[in-house]
């Protein structure tokens, strides 16, 4: 069984930083994408940041420039480091994994529990 184990979460001043890891485990022949969703109350749930197998990074506007994902393909896992962080930066984190268990198989999509990230003095 697949699982994501999210770590990294909390609250931090405004302007301060964060960094989140995302390790995925269990039977996984590869890993197409990794990335980071998030979603505030009352509001829809988002794309920050996401990295594939290639390598390829991509971020939403709101975060360009302040966040950073990369990966270790060895451990499965990813990171999001988050700069500069500001109130509007507050929401539960989703870590998201698309994964195949074999190399005959489709893709699925795994989520995280969520970590909550709180910004605010």
């Known amino acids: 069984q697949v699982q994501l184990v999210e770590s990294g979460g909390g609250l931090v001043q405004p302007g301060g930083s964060l960094r989140l890891s995302c390790a995925a485990a269990g039977s996984i022949f590869s890993i197409s994408a990794m990335g980071w969703y998030r979603q505030a109350p009352g509001k829809q749930r988002e794309l920050v940041a996401q990295?594939?197998?290639?390598?390829?990074?991509s971020y939403a506007d709101a975060v360009k420039g302040r966040f950073t994902i990369s990966r270790d393909n060895a451990k499965n896992t990813v990171y999001l480091q988050m700069n500069s962080l500001k109130p509007e930066d507050t929401a539960e984190y989703y870590c998201h994994a698309n994964l195949a268990y074999t190399s005959r198989s489709p893709s699925y999509n795994f989520w995280g529990q969520g970590t909550q990230v709180t910004v605010s003095s």
């Open positions: 990295i594939t197998d290639g390598g390829s990074t």
